[in-house]
């Protein structure tokens, strides 16, 4: 297929003829289509993260209009950093939403700002030693085993917020009713769509939710009120952080899977295009921890690269950086108007509940496909302790308390997942029982 030379004025040259994309051929990052339908795209990309970006500030009570723009800003940031070389959308992260919460009730947004803000300035960091040292010292450090136990005990220790907000009366048990249709219409039409409307399954049950919310008077007047009266154009809800050895041990060890998305969604991208992407992985941690302090300085939500948009990736063929400027740029502008933050704000709890019941549920099932895909032996006793430990204390939300300091069910079970992996291994070697020389038994259910 002839291509048409990159443009002086245009980091992309043209595709083809710009209008379609052959059978098996892909457009790459460095590529683009014609604008019209490169912006079509680019709007697709705004469509899938929404729904969980936006989920995750009204999860921690975060303003969602700043998150929405930050998140436009942070992807914009990644772009640039990344030298336009990786296709990604940075929204939301959900690993961020259990320390959070914990940091919030101990010293309120600030404070949680305050993690935020570290929490990115480590990543970038890690990201600055991945690109001068390489990333195979990542794989050593997290294999599945642990990445995969990582990601399913936040899943799982996220279950109480699901059901009564963590104890705050809210969530699924405080409108059954509200929450059971919308998790029913998440479910429903996750199988029912094709293709891309199946990957909005949350954004459509929570818009299902909040009609039935709305119909049955169940939506908040004092949001309601504050819908009607805010502007259509105007700067978003911006907080200053403050900082605190508290929150910071709260929020810093959601850096391990931070780095466990972002490798993941760089091999990705590379399997797809049919590029090796590797000298690219430190600067893809570089550039989501700049977006995530950047987040954190002004009020939103620590970010992540989104497996939804590899979705719409995958299902376009279309891998073009492009198409994420212009979802980058659409997100920016979102965020400049206070009615559409509004809006989100009136999404009542019944339907949060029965949303997050889906997503946090996803999350922990995530920790387990990665063990499926990366094929971790469970026959292994060293693999198998790993894992069951750093999930029940990650389930059960153990608590350490050190003076000032207070540590978590994530921050307990993340050091659980490294400390008993790298131990048992060392050990093992050192004995020499690893499974090569011995199969240890399975436990009995």
């Known amino acids: ?29 460095d ?58 959308y940075l929204g939301s992260s ?29 990543l970038a960091l890690v990201g600055v030693v991945v690109q001068v040292a390489g990333a195979r010292w990542i794989d050593a450090l997290m294999p599945p085993v642990v990445t995969g136990a990582i990601v399913a005990l936040i899943g799982l220790n996220l279950a109480p917020v699901a059901w009564d907000g963590g104890g705050s009366g809210t969530g699924f048990q405080s409108q059954p009713l509200i929450a059971v249709i919308t998790l ?34 169940k939506l908040d007047p004092a949001a309601v009120t504050a819908l009607k009266e805010a502007d259509w154009v105007g700067l978003p809800q911006f907080h200053a952080p403050s900082f605190g050895l508290r929150a910071v041990v709260l929020v810093i060890p959601v850096i391990l899977v931070l780095i466990a998305e972002n490798a993941g969604h760089v091999k990705a991208v590379a399997a797809m295009t049919g590029r090796n992407l590797d000298r690219d992985m430190g600067r893809a941690f570089l550039g989501d921890g700049v977006a995530t302090v950047l987040a954190g300085a002004g009020g939103g939500s620590g970010t992540t690269t989104y497996a939804e948009n590899i979705g719409v990736m995958a299902a376009t063929r279309v891998y073009s950086t492009a198409a994420y400027w212009v979802a980058g740029f659409a997100a920016v502008l979102l965020g400049l108007c206070p009615k559409f933050g509004a809006l989100i704000l009136t999404v009542p709890a019944g339907v949060l509940g029965g949303a997050t019941t889906a997503l946090y ?17 469970f026959h292994d006793p060293v693999n198998l302790m790993t894992a069951a430990v750093a999930v029940i204390v990650g389930a059960a939300n153990y608590t350490l308390t050190a003076g000032d300091l207070s540590f978590n069910g994530i921050a307990l079970g ?3 997942a490294l400390v008993i992996y790298h131990g048992m291994r060392l050990i093992a070697r050192l004995r020499g029982t690893t499974p090569a020389s011995r199969r240890g038994p399975e436990p009995e259910l």
Do not use: C, Y
């Open 94 to 122: 959900f690993a961020f939403i259990a320390p959070v919460l914990a940091a919030k009730t101990d010293g309120g947004i600030g404070a949680a700002l305050g993690g935020i803000v570290v929490a990115g300035a480590a």
């Open 414 to 416: 993340t050091a659980a």
């Open 31 to 88: 590529e683009r289509l014609s604008w019209p339908r490169t912006v079509g795209v680019g709007v697709q990309h705004v469509v899938a993260m929404f729904g969980a970006t936006f989920t995750v500030p009204l999860i921690t009570g975060f303003p969602p209009a700043t998150t929405l723009f930050f998140s436009g800003l942070g992807t914009l940031l990644f772009l640039l950093i990344t030298g336009n070389r990786l296709p990604s």
């Open 361 to 377: 549920g996803l999350i922990a099932v995530l920790g387990a496909r990665i063990w499926i895909e990366n094929r971790v032996d």
């Open 184 to 217: 029913v219409a998440i479910l429903v039409t996750t199988v029912l769509f094709r293709g891309f409307l199946a990957r909005l399954s949350i954004l459509l049950g929570v818009v299902i939710g909040w009609v039935l919310a709305a119909l049955l008077g």
């Open 1 to 29: 297929m002839t291509q048409s030379p990159t443009s002086r004025w245009s980091p992309w040259r043209l595709h083809g003829d710009g209008r379609s994309v052959t059978p098996g051929d892909v457009v790459h990052p």
